[in-house]
């Protein structure tokens, strides 16, 4: 499944890893004050009596890598960003379920943002080597280590965010382990055993697909993370099947200029299209993104539907079959 879907718009950055590759990084002892947090933000969420950011202090390099400017998570008072933060404060980490799309990354970007923490992001359904998530030396010689993504995070904190941790190859999952109690530590067997204790302030968020016979190649999460995530929240699509939800549509008439009326319908389509990606007959269920960027398209002039081929329909597969079932739930649900 990983290798169909997209990366959508806001707020996907990947941490780069150019980042680390400089000296002064391990030396830096300078601790910048934090910059406000976004205060327009931070009012509408109310973390603070569980991740203070005043009570954080990073270098100023990993500063650099708190989000910024994320957009406000929409939910129906179900409150999942205080319920994320509740976790990290009580028990360092936090598991997150849901299908692609349903804004899992989106909302670690903003609990990072409000807590002032900086984001460590791997998805473990791509092939990151163990030299980028632990560490390597380069050049001759054991002069210059640099240490990788995972180390870094242990090494300085902020949150370490798993996407699609169940995907994790095993010989990775095993070397984090030791990590992953509260006081945990890693051994960087590469670097003389080197122990690292785990920071303070490191916090761990993993997310993942929910496993079904349906989605082709997902599997189970190793027992060991299992063990370790006192806290699950499940993540669904705002609207989906016959449950439509208006704060939905207005946002995507509002992000993409559109009409009511044709953002119901963009809306009640993506509802059924996700509905069948749940229920195995399609391989992909649209984001509110995926929407918003077909409703782009409308704005733009283009009908509905000739709109959808350029986005919804292809993005859906490449599969001539799959097309024309995503056009005939269009044609059905938007009466056009
Ligand atoms: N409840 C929501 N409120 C605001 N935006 C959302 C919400 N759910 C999804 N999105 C948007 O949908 C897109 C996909 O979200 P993303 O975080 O990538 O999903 P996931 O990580 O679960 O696959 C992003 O553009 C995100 O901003
Ligand atoms: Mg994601």
Known sequence: MSGMRPEH??????????????????????VSKLKKVNSELSKNYDVKKYL???????SSQISELIPKDTPPYLDNGERYVERIARSLAFFKQCALIGPSGTGKTHIVYLVAELGGLPLW??????????????????????ENWIDGLITSWCRYGGILYL???????????????????QRGHMVLTEKDNEIVPRH????????MNPVSSEFAGTKPLNAAMRRRMSVWLNFDYMSVGQKIDEKEIELVEKKAEVSREDSEKIIKVGAELRSQYK???LPYGPSVGDLINWARLVH??????????????????????????VRRIIRKVSGS
């Open 9 to 30: 718009g806001q707020p996907m950055k990947e941490v780069s890893n150019s980042k680390l590759n400089n000296d002064n990084f391990t030396l830096n002892i300078h």
């Open 52 to 58: 203070d950011p005043s009570k954080f202090s990073f």
């Open 121 to 142: 992001e791997i998805n473990c359904g791509l092939q990151t080597s163990v030299f980028d998530l632990f560490g390597r030396y380069v050049g001759l010689g054991k």
């Open 163 to 181: 996407d699609e941790a169940n995907m994790m190859k095993q010989d990775i999952a095993t070397r984090l382990n030791p990590i992953l109690d």
């Open 200 to 207: 303070n302030d490191a916090f761990l968020i993993i997310s």
């Open 279 to 281: 229920s195995g007959e």
């Open 300 to 325: 733009d002039g283009t009908p509905l539907r000739d709109a959808a081929e350029e986005t919804i329909v292809a993005l859906t597969s490449d599969d001539i079959e799959v097309q024309e079932m």
